[in-house]
């Protein structure tokens, strides 16, 4: 499987929900083969027998190269053997010091013509091409599966779709596709090989593709091979995407399952740039797979992109404001929210830490439902200071319950430029304490849920009030909600947005007189 992020910037996805398996070990065991698709099994195979492969090197046009089979070995999963298969005769078959490796997953071996399975792992810097290959009655077993699901869906019948139909070329074993989850001005995806094809349903990769489990719905594209890229340590295959031709309707341990014809729900979503020198923002159209698992990562993975290509030379004191628009209802009004980011905390971290703090948001709020349209928008700031909390100090040592109360927060840049802001803060009527601390600390670390919402307006409204970097948030005792910075007592927020983004914390108290 090749993982690839176009265009110009090739990147592989980093995020947890959004996080992707280059080489999987998966693994199979022998079950009852399927004569429909000529195959062949595990017990009929032998030490030295030889037999081919089939795969993409350059263009669509699958070739030959021969193998010869080695063993069945046992796997760290219960019951589930692979088997060992050598590339031979590489110097003919291969560019000289190239190995296989990503892109080549799911390229059909052949013994006495029939099939016995798919190239799924390897190891690193080998000296020959040692492959490890999943038995073809495993990916039977999801196939089967695959069409179950997918029979379940439409009601029972598969030619009855609630989907809308594409129409396009059949793959063809040993031939290239790919799995894609953002398309348009960035494509984000990845590419692997067809295994066989039984109908209108394709079965590829000998491993799964993603982590979301085993029912998914992503478009399907044939895909060319612009060059295998040779390495000593794992070769990878530059391909693009050629024609849609159906979606990926299975995810399994074992393979992945296509079907023809059947085109996938997308997202539209547009993301745009204003930088401090330009009047007009740039603006990048995409498409994102309609998944609930998928959209918070391919958000983060697109903001990404855009930022590690348009910032490269925004100073590291300007600041990134960012705008959301989210519409999840047709007759309501999209849900709106924004953040504020640093330069100089984005390069130290990495771009992707740009949405990183929204990540909860988004899988709450999408867990049950999908936006219609996602629109963002990336503004540069060039006063973007970042100020850390010196200290925070009451203007009084002693208040009474019912009291105001003024705190004084310190704040310092790095070229020791400083700001002081006052809060006004007011002291519970029914305080019974001796002190009345407070912690003060900035808003984009602090818990975008006061209490975890249960309903997707609670999610609504909690997005609708998030906290920005640039929020100086004070968490003082009152208020109805519970937080780990004070034990047994309820709390509450007093926020005051400031110039500068902040950082740090710091705990204050005051004395409380007139209490008994």
Known sequence: MDTHFRPGIRRILKNAAWL??????????AVPVCAELNTIGLDQLRTGMNGYALSVFKGQKPIRFPVSFIDVVRSEWPGKPVFLIRAIDAPKAFPDGMSLGSGFSGSPIYFNGRLAGAFSFMEMFQSENILGVTPIGDMIVELEKAKASFASKVGGDPEISRFEKISGGLPVPGSMIEVTW??????AGASGTVTAVDGDYVLAFGHENLFLGDSVLFPLYTAKVSEVMPRLDLSHKITNPVEEVGSVIWDGKQAIVGKIGVKAPMIPAVFSYLSENDTYPVLYNVEIASDSRLIPGAVKSVMASVVDFQAHNTPNDSAIETSYTIYMDATKPPLNFSQRHDMRSIRRK????IEEGYAMIFEHLFKDNSPS??????????????????????????VRPG????LYVELIHALEEKKTVEIELRIPENYEGDLYPVLVTAGDSVSPFETLPESKDEVIDAVSNMLRADDLVVLHPGGKNRTPFFTGVNVQRTVKRVPWSVAGGFEAAVGISGNP
Do not use: Q
């Open 373 to 398: 349209r996602i629109e963002v928008s990336l503004t540069e700031l060039s006063d973007g200071r970042r100020g850390h909390i010196k200290r925070a100090f009451f203007g009084k040592t002693e």
């Open 403 to 406: 009291d105001k109360a003024v």
């Open 20 to 29: 992707l398996a280059l080489w999987l070990w998966l693994l199979t065991a």
């Open 350 to 353: 990495s771009p992707d830490s």
């Open 182 to 187: 953002v398309r348009g001005d960035i494509w």
